[in-house]
């Protein structure tokens, strides 16, 4: 009985997600530096708390674009750090730096959606370009984003960056969001279905035009919600304006976490917020991601490598390693993909005890109350 389940759960996965990752990988749009046809000014606003680590690297890439007609505007969201003052030094005097300081949070906004808020208030730029601080830009990173927002019509680009991972646990459990969106979302359903669970995001590159941006309210219309870039996608589609996904292809890359803790409390932050924030829903999918993932290469061993769950292993790790070649990722550690599911489920574990003994996320000195953000 539980081989069928398995076969089945397994076998039926594999199929859909390897349908969609053959597709992805063949629609895919990629970053491709160019000279736009049009040069309007961005606005590129970075959120910033505590970032000293990371933010003079990334406004000197910003600085050193190809692409020049932009301002750059960091806002200093009560950092304990130094984040502001390390962004000036690193600008070295270049006007079109801006640093902002941060209002005090009010009562019913996310941090970052409220330093966003504020940062597009202070934007003069026709197109304005929401990033993160750890976001790693290449010199033509710019143009090329510039070129696909012009010649795609694009309301919203947004772009999954190139994911650069060192430690083991960066490596097995951050290339999985490459594998969910390569995997578990057709392209070419975002960019031309209607429907709202087809619609996606990535904060950590978000292109808006302007007018758009206003039209479905921006960050204030989001103001409580833990995954806001998915939610602003939502409100473009229901907007009926034009949604466009890239991937970054080397041009934009971004190490999200270094180490264990960090990562595991940084997908904690969104694993509830990606499940509508229901507890069940969690757990039935943590469940399906056993039998699909990992319980076939329980069953190989006891099974002395028979040949259906032998087929099952294999074609994990192959539609692994799709993913993983799609995005420039390692190969090798697909071969590790249970190991990264059974880690997925410590952090699910993670964020279901944030839910029950803080009432929701901790993130950055903050609790971000995900009950009321399911409203928000």
Same mark, same amino acid.
Request: aromatic share 10%; glycine share 8%.
């Given at each position: 009985?539980?081989?069928?389940?398995?076969?089945?759960?397994?076998?039926?996965?594999?199929?859909?997600?390897? =349908?969609?990752?053959?597709?992805?990988?063949?629609?895919?749009?990629?970053?491709?530096?160019?000279?736009?046809?049009?040069?309007?000014?961005?606005?590129?606003?970075?959120?910033?708390?505590?970032?000293?680590? =990371?933010?003079?690297?990334?406004?000197?890439?910003?600085?050193?674009?190809?692409?020049?007609?932009?301002?750059?505007?960091?806002?200093?969201?009560?950092?304990?750090?130094?984040?502001?003052?390390?962004?000036? !030094?690193?600008?070295?005097?270049?006007?079109?730096?801006?640093?902002?300081?941060?209002?005090?949070?009010?009562?019913?906004?996310?941090?970052?959606?409220?330093?966003?808020?504020?940062?597009?208030?202070?934007?003069?730029?026709?197109?304005?370009?929401?990033?993160?601080?750890? =976001?790693?830009?290449?010199?033509?990173?710019?143009?090329?984003?510039?070129?696909?927002?012009?010649?795609?019509?694009?309301?919203?680009?947004?772009?999954?960056?190139?994911?650069?991972?060192?430690?083991?646990?960066?490596?097995?459990?951050?290339?999985?969001?490459?594998?969910?969106?390569?995997?578990? $979302?057709?392209?070419?359903?975002?960019?031309?279905?209607?429907?709202?669970?087809?619609?996606?995001?990535?904060?950590?590159?978000?292109?808006?035009?302007?007018? !758009?941006?206003?039209?479905?309210?921006?960050?204030?219309?989001?103001?409580?919600?833990?995954?806001?870039?998915?939610?602003?996608?939502?409100?473009?589609?229901?907007?009926?304006?034009? $949604?466009?996904?890239?991937?970054?292809?080397?041009?934009?890359?971004?190490?999200?976490?270094?180490?264990?803790?960090?990562?595991?409390d940084g997908f904690a932050k969104n694993i509830l917020a990606g499940h509508?924030?229901?507890?069940?829903?969690?757990?039935?999918?943590?469940?399906?991601?056993?039998?699909?993932?990992? $319980?076939?290469?329980?069953?190989?061993?006891?099974?002395?490598?028979?040949?259906?769950?032998?087929?099952?292993?294999?074609?994990?790790? !192959?539609?692994?390693?799709?993913?993983?070649?799609?995005?420039?990722?390692?190969?090798?550690?697909?071969?590790?993909?249970?190991?990264?599911?059974?880690?997925?489920?410590?952090? !699910?574990?993670?964020?279901?005890?944030?839910?029950?003994?803080?009432?929701?996320?901790?993130?950055?000195?903050?609790?971000?109350?995900?009950?009321?953000?399911?409203?928000?």
């Open positions: 009985m539980i081989e069928t389940l398995i076969t089945l759960v397994s076998g039926g996965a594999l199929f859909i997600f390897g =349908v969609t990752a053959l597709s992805n990988v063949l629609l895919f749009p990629r970053l491709k530096g160019a000279v736009p046809p049009e040069a309007p000014l961005i606005s590129i606003l970075i959120p910033s708390r505590n970032e000293a680590a =990371v933010i003079r690297e990334t406004v000197r890439g910003i600085l050193a674009q190809t692409y020049t007609n932009f301002e750059l505007i960091v806002l200093d969201d009560n950092s304990s750090d130094g984040t502001g003052d390390l962004a000036c !030094a690193a600008a070295n005097g270049d006007p079109r730096l801006r640093v902002l300081n941060g209002a005090p949070l009010p009562e019913g906004w996310g941090g970052k959606n409220w330093a966003c808020h504020q940062l597009a208030e202070a934007a003069s730029g026709a197109w304005l370009l929401f990033t993160d601080a750890d =976001v790693r830009w290449q010199p033509a990173a710019l143009s090329a984003l510039a070129t696909h927002m012009a010649r795609t019509r694009a309301d919203l680009l947004t772009v999954w960056s190139t994911q650069i991972t060192h430690t083991w646990a960066e490596r097995l459990i951050v290339p999985l969001m490459a594998f969910a969106i390569f995997a578990y $979302l057709p392209v070419i359903m975002v960019h031309y279905s209607r429907w709202m669970i087809f619609a996606a995001a990535n904060g950590q590159v978000m292109l808006f035009r302007r007018a !758009a941006y206003q039209t479905i309210g921006g960050h204030a219309a989001v103001r409580a919600k833990v995954v806001e870039d998915v939610a602003l996608a939502r409100r473009i589609k229901a907007a009926r304006l034009r $949604l466009r996904m890239f991937d970054g292809a080397g041009l934009i890359g971004c190490r999200m976490y270094n180490g264990w803790a960090a990562v595991r509508g924030n229901s507890l069940p829903f969690l757990l039935i999918s943590t469940a399906l991601h056993w039998f699909a993932f990992v $319980l076939p290469f329980v069953w190989l061993v006891p099974s002395n490598f028979a040949v259906l769950p032998l087929m099952l292993c294999l074609g994990i790790i !192959a539609l692994r390693m799709l993913t993983a070649a799609a995005t420039r990722q390692r190969l090798r550690d697909a071969i590790l993909m249970p190991i990264s599911v059974m880690l997925m489920t410590r952090i !699910a574990a993670h964020a279901i005890y944030w839910r029950l003994r803080y009432g929701g996320v901790q993130w950055k000195g903050r609790t971000l109350p995900t009950k009321e953000a399911a409203h928000g």
